[in-house]
């Protein structure tokens, strides 16, 4: 067998929402009544010779329209562990909900890389329903299409190898088309969740995040993470925990609560 090469792998925060816990949860206790926020993430793979980013996240005007704490510009938090966003030719998309597809302009030369159902999902039937279409913007859809027509969006349908070391799984739950990475680092099998675990208390308690297209695919996809991951919860990176930011270790000195090293 050929041996894989290992990657580096790389959290970086860029938003932040205050809300409660019964907010993250179906079917949750309902005396659990205290604070649980939300951070957000873009995630970045990075080996010998290439850059992978993972999602894109939203700017600041998406911030104030949605109530979410927009902290920094992603770019800065790449550019702080020497990736050049407009160097990178290769964006993976989790899904197009607005707080992974945003920030049109800093990857000017990048591939995107898509599940096909995730388009159709959001392109199609179901965004006659507020429910379904609430967390999708217009301008976000509109802007994936005209990447199809720019020639610079690569569908991919299931499970996938984006290079070797890395795999896009697709997962499905939250939106149709969700996708999940998993990627060969020093420690093994890393895979990092995007939202088909918005919490690790999702997977531990075997609930699902409120925002869903289909409860028994987001259930099986807590399954599915973890098969990924040798069984091992400590190498899933789930898409919205602010635990990630106290288990992982900046990435770099001053980096503390921007960056982290997840591998």
């Known amino acids: ?8 792998l790389y959290a970086i925060k860029y ?33 010998k010779d290439r850059v992978f ?4 996240g939203f700017d600041a005007d998406a911030g104030k329209k949605r109530g979410r704490q927009h902290i ?49 999902y959001a392109t199609g039937r179901h965004m006659l329903h507020d429910a379904l279409r609430h967390s999708y913007e217009e301008a976000d859809v509109l802007q994936m299409v005209r990447r199809l027509y720019a020639k610079r969006l690569v569908f991919h349908n299931g499970m996938d190898s984006l290079a070797p070391g890395i795999e896009l799984h697709h997962i499905g739950g939250h939106t149709m088309g969700l996708q999940c990475v998993r990627v060969w680092t020093r420690k093994g099998w890393m895979v990092l969740a995007a939202d088909a675990a918005h919490l690790y208390a999702n997977i531990e308690r ?19 993470l973890l098969r990924l991951a040798d069984g091992d919860i400590s190498r899933v990176i789930p ?9 992982f270790p900046a990435a770099r000195v001053g980096l503390d609560g921007i960056v982290v090293r997840l591998d």
């Open 206 to 224: 075997a609930l699902p995040f409120p925002v869903v297209y289909n409860i028994a695919d987001m259930l099986a996809g807590h399954q599915t």
């Open 1 to 8: 067998m050929t041996e894989l090469p290992t990657y580096e």
């Open 53 to 56: 980013v993972l999602d894109t």
């Open 239 to 247: 898409g919205h925990d602010p635990v990630v930011m106290e288990r």
């Open 72 to 120: 920094r510009d992603p770019r800065d938090g790449l550019n702080a562990i020497g990736i050049d966003p407009l160097a990178v030719e290769d964006v993976v998309i989790s899904h197009m909900h607005y707080d992974h597809i945003g920030n049109h302009e800093p990857f000017p030369k990048a591939r995107y890389h898509l599940q096909d159902s995730e388009m159709a």
């Open 15 to 47: 938003a932040h929402h205050d809300r409660r816990a019964p907010e993250n949860f179906i079917g949750g206790d309902p005396h659990e009544t205290g604070p649980m926020p939300l951070d957000y993430f873009v995630w970045a793979i990075v080996g």
